[in-house]
């Protein structure tokens, strides 16, 4: 079955980086529409970037697009998210997310996601 698994989070003081890995089980990851979405406490999941399966091309939201970046390692079915000068309204619990395999273009909208990670709770803070 569909499997994902986010790791990598952690608190990390503002300016600093952090690399986020969504591991995938039970489908190959670049067949799939993938992506990051992240939620604050008391805010409703936003998209943070995702990758298409049609040609690779990447989507990124507008508070993250020039410090976050995508990228999927299929020889390893894991999918990554690079985040650098991190900020603490980037403070969340980051998930990853798939669309089902007839969908190849990923949007940033999770409501056309239907498979989900556990998450993973990333903290900026002095």
């Known amino acids: 079955q569909v499997q994902l698994v986010e790791s990598g989070g952690a608190l990390v003081q503002p300016g600093g980086s952090l690399r986020l890995s969504c591991a995938a089980s039970g489908f190959t990851l670049g067949e799939y529409a993938i992506g990051w979405f992240r939620q604050a406490p008391g805010k409703e999941r936003e998209g943070v970037a995702c990758?298409?399966?049609?040609?690779?091309?990447?989507s990124y939201g507008d508070s993250v697009t020039g410090r976050f970046t995508i990228s999927r390692d299929d020889a390893k079915n894991t999918l990554y998210l690079q985040m650098d000068d991190l900020r603490p309204e980037d403070t969340a619990i980051y998930y990853c997310?798939?669309?089902?395999?007839?969908?190849?273009?990923?949007?940033?909208?999770?409501?056309?996601?239907?498979?989900w990670g556990q998450g993973t709770p990333v903290t900026i803070s002095s």
């Open positions: 997310g798939a669309r089902v395999p007839m969908f190849k273009v990923c949007v940033l909208f999770d409501e056309f996601y239907d498979y």
């Open positions: 990758v298409s399966a049609t040609d690779g091309s990447a």
